[in-house]
């Protein structure tokens, strides 16, 4: 008997563009993956990486059970083993060192998933250790920090309404081969080409001439960290226009412009223009062009985010939105009004505790928390620097930190260094491989899924849910379960807990609170009533949750309160996802500062000026200097097991430009040695004009020839990791944010 043919539809959970995919099953075989045509929001879009799921899921070395280490190597266990291995390891260190001495690393793939979204902050809670680490401080946490100072909380970050603007300048983002980040846009390129086809404009400002400043109206190939000079220099070029206006809706919620212009007056585009290596005619140009323009929004991402002015040059980017009349205006940078779990739909509207860091400091460096964690820059040396508080055992989700975070050689030999080690992925990589026991979580298509985090920054205000494609195997675990498994463990309550204790337990407090929120509908409920209608719909795990979160959401039915409102039962009466509309202002009821205005000049902000203007003034240096890149077919290092994403020209090569190539010595499929304070790699050279002289390219998430490792595809296309060279001693000041880009280098010909 033929098995019968279905057809699924969910979001794609591989990177933040959430497009929609149309998944062909034939028994327990998927036979195609095309882009969904009727998803509300990517209209059939889909990139090389959302037709992989199929390979994901099937991939040989996807671990399918757990691995625990014996004797120097890993064999398989059963799960009741592996709890036993993580009671007696994680509990022996918390009796030996106490609870400080546990660190924690959740990697990127964790804001792409359902259950760890909710459930990640509950095993860190149990815990009891303040030595967190994320991804977030690799990538992203300028930009949070510095909304948060602005607006009163990092989940207020304005993004660009870019299906309405009229003229937009890209800093550090190359959404051609990344799509959006911080920004949720299905088909950015098209949306790009989009905003040209109406008569607007694309500017790309990158030392790189990107694939997507290949396709724009104007590349500006500035110096690596020059962006926050140059954004300082747009600002003050724009003021100087006499033009600078918020705008009358926002003038009476501003608050620090004076301030502003004050503290902007060194920067003029004169001034900024050698250590920019951008004239100063270019500048002003551009300034008169986002003041003439219908609409306009400037955009900076990773690039921006990953240098030493990183929080600085974030701030910068509103500065000039709000200076141009483009905060929270249509086709400017506005606010999305996410469907659950927001805090600027929660609380009083308006006005808040605002926001601040250093409620703790690392222990060997000092470094200020941000966001509840340290820096990740600074993980190794709380492994390898005794005394008390040193961290003697980790556990790491869903991260690869040894390819992803500055100085890579010393982490690597930090988590060597361990007493004890718990790893929940799906591979054998780079970092589990240090690990005392891997727990695997089911795969991407044995998942159900909901953007929590990603509709935060969604340039369209939309909801999507996904059912699991399959069900789960016999004997594996949901990821919500092993999550909270690990969280009564770490509580102390044994190897047998059962999971749902701690999701009763997860549930009840997010209730309470809701029911104690004077701005949710369900305020003074019976608390009983609103628990046995959540139970009907969905009894456990992270349903359970959604469901609550969406029903007292800002487009729910409140259990009554809105009969024309949602739940998770119209979500998945709604396959295809449910289209709210367009981005709304929100000002002034999404802040949440203490004066209840945008703070235009936070103090940390302005105090950063000074360090900024002596960089300004600072003769240019002759050196070298290693910036990153992406590809449109990788996603960090985690899909690089995937052949038909890796295969083909090899990607991770050093770029140079033809001058820089002819002094060193080296031609294209040449060998250079890349040099920096703290490591050396090989790398084959690829000599493009695309790139500003004295500038090198390497792409991240490479290096996958270590041993140990189970990555067979990943193996034969290993490349080198450009983290060996980058410095754990160069962070962001404001926000501990590594410095990934603007690294001095010394290049070297091997081969020519």
């Known amino acids: 008997m033929a098995s019968t043919e279905r057809t699924v539809f969910r979001t794609c959970p591989l990177c933040e563009a959430t497009c929609g995919l149309e998944i062909t099953v034939v028994g327990d075989e998927v036979t195609r993956i095309r882009g969904d045509r009727n998803d509300v929001f990517s209209k059939g879009f889909i990139c090389p990486k959302g037709s992989t799921l199929k390979q994901l899921h099937e991939d040989p070395n996807r671990l399918r059970s757990p691995l625990a280490k014996r004797n120097g190597e890993f064999v398989p266990v059963t799960w009741d083993e592996a709890w036993r291995i993580v009671d007696e390891g994680l509990n022996g260190v918390i009796a030996k060192h106490g609870r400080g001495s546990i660190g924690a690393y959740v990697g990127n793939p964790n804001a792409h998933n359902l259950s760890p979204l909710i459930y990640n902050r509950v095993w860190l809670q149990a815990l009891g250790s303040k030595q967190r680490f994320s991804a977030s401080s690799v990538d992203q946490l300028p930009k949070q920090i510095s909304s948060a100072y602005m607006f009163g909380t990092p989940a207020s970050v304005a993004v660009p309404d870019i299906d309405r603007t009229h003229y937009i300048v890209l800093l550090g983002a190359n959404p051609y081969e990344s799509n959006g980040s911080l920004c949720t846009a299905p088909d950015f390129p098209g949306r790009l080409e989009a905003v040209r086809e109406r008569g607007g404009k694309v500017v790309v400002v990158d030392p790189r001439k990107s694939k997507t400043a290949e396709h724009a109206d104007e590349w500006i190939a500035i110096r690596p960290n020059g962006d926050a000079l140059f954004l300082a220099a747009l600002a003050n070029a724009i003021i100087a226009t006499g033009r600078a206006d918020v705008g009358d809706r926002l003038r009476p919620h501003v608050g620090g412009l004076s301030d502003v212009t004050t503290a902007l007056a060194p920067f003029t585009p004169e001034n900024v223009a050698r250590a920019t290596g951008i004239e100063a005619a270019v500048i002003r140009r551009i300034a ?20 030493s002015f990183g929080t600085t040059a974030s701030w910068l980017v509103d500065v000039v939105n709000a200076l141009t009349g483009n905060l929270d205006s249509p086709g400017g940078v506005m606010f999305p009004m996410p469907a659950a779990g927001n805090p600027t739909t929660r609380g009083e509207k308006g006005r808040g505790k605002g926001f601040r860091i250093g409620r703790g400091h690392s222990r060997v460096r000092k470094f200020p928390e941000a966001i509840g964690e340290y820096p990740a820059a600074v993980m190794a040396e709380e492994i390898l620097t005794p005394g008390e508080g040193q961290i003697r055992a980790m556990v790491t989700v869903a991260g690869n930190p040894v390819l992803s975070t500055p100085n890579s050689d010393q982490l690597d030999e930090a988590f060597e260094s361990l007493e004890f080690m718990v790893a929940v992925d799906i591979y054998l990589n780079e970092t589990t491989r240090h690990a005392d026991v891997i727990l695997p979580p089911p795969s991407h298509l044995e998942r159900s899924h909901f953007d929590l985090a990603f509709t935060a920054f969604s340039i369209r205000n939309v909801a999507n849910y996904s059912e699991a494609v399959f069900p789960l195997p016999e004997g594996q675990p949901d990821e919500w379960e092993i999550l909270a498994k690990l969280a009564g463990i770490a509580q102390g309550l044994g190897a047998d807990v059962d999971p749902q204790v701690v999701d009763d337990f997860t549930f009840g407090a997010l209730l309470d609170s809701l029911l104690k929120d004077s701005s949710s509908p369900i305020h003074g409920r019976d608390r009983d009533e609103i628990a ?73 902000m302005l105090a950063d000026l000074p360090r900024l203007e002596t960089f300004m003034g600072a003769e240019p240096s002759d050196e070298m200097m290693l910036v990153g890149r992406r590809h449109v077919r990788s996603n960090n290092s985690w899909m690089h097991n995937i052949e038909v994403l890796v295969k083909g020209k090899p990607r991770c090569t050093l770029q140079m430009h033809p001058l820089d190539a002819e002094r060193v010595g080296v031609a294209s499929g040449g060998l250079a040695r890349v040099t920096s304070r703290v490591g050396s790699v090989v790398a084959t050279v690829d000599v493009t004009s695309d790139i500003r002289q004295n500038v090198v390219s390497l792409p991240h998430g490479w ?49 020519s």
Do not use: W
């Open 288 to 307: 008169t062009e986002l003041l003439d323009a219908e609409s306009s929004c400037v955009y900076g991402r990773i690039g921006t985010c990953t240098v």
């Open 532 to 604: 046995r209608a959540v139970m009907v719909a969905s009894p456990r795990g992270p349903e359970r949750m959604l469901d609550l979160m969406v029903r007292t959401g800002p487009y729910g039915d409140g259990f009554g309160a809105n009969p024309k409102g949602i739940s998770l039962a119209t979500l998945r009466d709604n396959p295809h996802g449910i289209d709210f509309g367009p981005l709304e202002p929100r000002i002034p009821e999404v802040l949440r500062t203490e004066s209840g205005k945008i703070e235009l000049a936070p103090e940390p």
């Open 703 to 751: 290096g996958h020839e270590v041993d140990g490792v189970q990555l067979d595809v990943a193996r034969r296309y290993a490349g080198v990791n450009s983290n060996v060279l980058t410095d754990h001693d160069q962070m962001d000041p404001l926000s501990g944010n590594a410095v990934l880009n603007g690294i001095p280098v010394r290049v070297e010909v091997v081969r």
